[in-house]
């Protein structure tokens, strides 16, 4: 932490709860800082969804970027058969809603700016916050924790997230060069724990409305779900690239899902009113901070020790895609799940799928 943020910012004297895999951190924020990023959420104003992009790296081709997610849903369906998967699919607006609609900002990212540089200072309350750092050390058992991101999520009236696991990341292959779909299968498959970055992530809710219930499962996919306390100013600290996790639907009046399509917008308006903009400008839908939900994720990598940070900045020992896809494919060939050595890339990437991610059932509206 820099003398400034220690400067600015008074000491947290909250609380840590301790539930095996994940702890409850409450209040998160004095009555300053959170007025502070509550008028940040505001005067950000413009918030876009996650990627709906396709990855157009060799093994990801014509896949979406949360290929694992969408071949999931298909696959509850009845349609893991079909082909291909593209925008055309059957089940792709409700994929779309259900995985990619979110609207979301980045307040900080220490990945590419510089500490000097903070975007919003605002956040630095979140991204120094001495009760993540620490349960953080504690829960991953690893000394060294280096803040990287501040990010925010909003969802409106009908929204929902369905479950599923954050993007990991491992030495030398990042979302930039790889899908993010193969990033989070490779973690699950456990083949390539030695190259991974455990990152322990922060979920902070701080605008709490009826439905929206964080829900995750700490005792893996098959166990029983935990429904996080719908209290404003808490968070929740766990391995969200480990821990299935899910946003439940927010509620609607008339019960149904809010008219999200890809290419929308959501704009905080003079009259204190959010909106949900169209690419052509209209307005698909408006709603009062009592209809949103407003969360903030806070995310560090933890390190084992000084050599193990230096080893990840200095590029040394970094994976490579021919390396995981050889190594993905011998396991697949060992275990019977794939017929041939050398498949195309769809039949790759639904094998990977099949052996490796298994997310609780979707529920869909
Ligand atoms: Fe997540």
Not at 170 to 187: E, Y
Not at 226 to 252: C, F, G, K
Not at 300 to 312: P, S, V
Request: proline share 7%; aromatic share 12%.
């Amino acid at each position: 932490m820099s003398a400034q943020a220690e400067a600015t910012h008074d000491p947290w004297d909250g609380s840590i709860a301790g539930y095996g895999t994940y702890r409850l951190v409450e209040p998160v924020l004095r009555e300053r800082d959170l007025h502070a990023i509550m008028a940040l959420c505001e005067r950000v104003g413009t918030y876009r969804m996650a990627s709906a992009e396709m990855s157009s790296t060799e093994i990801g081709a014509g896949l979406p970027e949360r290929f694992e997610c969408f071949y999931d849903l298909a696959r509850q369906r009845g349609n893991e058969n079909d082909k291909p998967y593209d925008p055309t699919h059957v089940d792709w607006l409700d994929f779309e809603r259900a995985f990619t609609c979110q609207f979301r900002e980045t307040y900080a990212d220490l990945a590419f700016v510089a500490r000097d540089e903070s975007r919003h200072p605002e956040a630095d309350s979140l991204l120094y916050h001495e009760a993540f750092v620490a349960g953080a050390r504690d829960l991953l058992d690893r000394p060294v924790i280096v803040p990287v991101a501040v990010l925010a999520n909003l969802y409106v009236a009908g929204q929902w997230l369905g479950p599923h696991t954050d993007i990991t990341e491992f030495r030398g292959v990042n979302r930039s060069t790889t899908p993010q779909w193969l990033l989070i299968c490779m973690h699950h498959s456990r083949l390539f724990d030695e190259w991974r970055l455990p990152i322990a992530t922060a979920v902070n809710f701080f605008n709490v409305c009826e439905g929206g219930e964080f829900r995750f499962y700490p005792d893996g996919p098959g166990g029983a779900p935990v429904t996080a306390p719908q209290r404003p100013n808490t968070a929740l600290l766990m391995d969200t690239d480990s821990i299935y996790h899910e946003v439940r639907p927010i509620y609607d009046p008339e019960g149904l899902p809010a008219p999200l399509e890809r290419g929308q917008v959501l704009r905080f308006g003079d009259d204190r009113k959010w909106r949900v903009v169209g690419s052509d400008g209209a307005v698909v839908g408006t709603y009062g901070w009592d209809e949103m939900r407003f969360s903030v994720s806070w995310k560090a990598y933890c390190f084992r020790d000084e050599t193990e940070r230096q080893t990840w900045s200095d590029r040394s020992n970094d994976l490579t895609i021919e390396f995981i896809t050889g190594r993905l494919t011998e396991d697949l060939m060992d275990r019977g799940l794939l017929g041939s050595p050398n498949p195309d890339n769809v039949t790759l990437a639904r094998a990977i799928v099949d052996a490796y991610y298994h997310a609780p059932p979707v529920e869909y509206h």
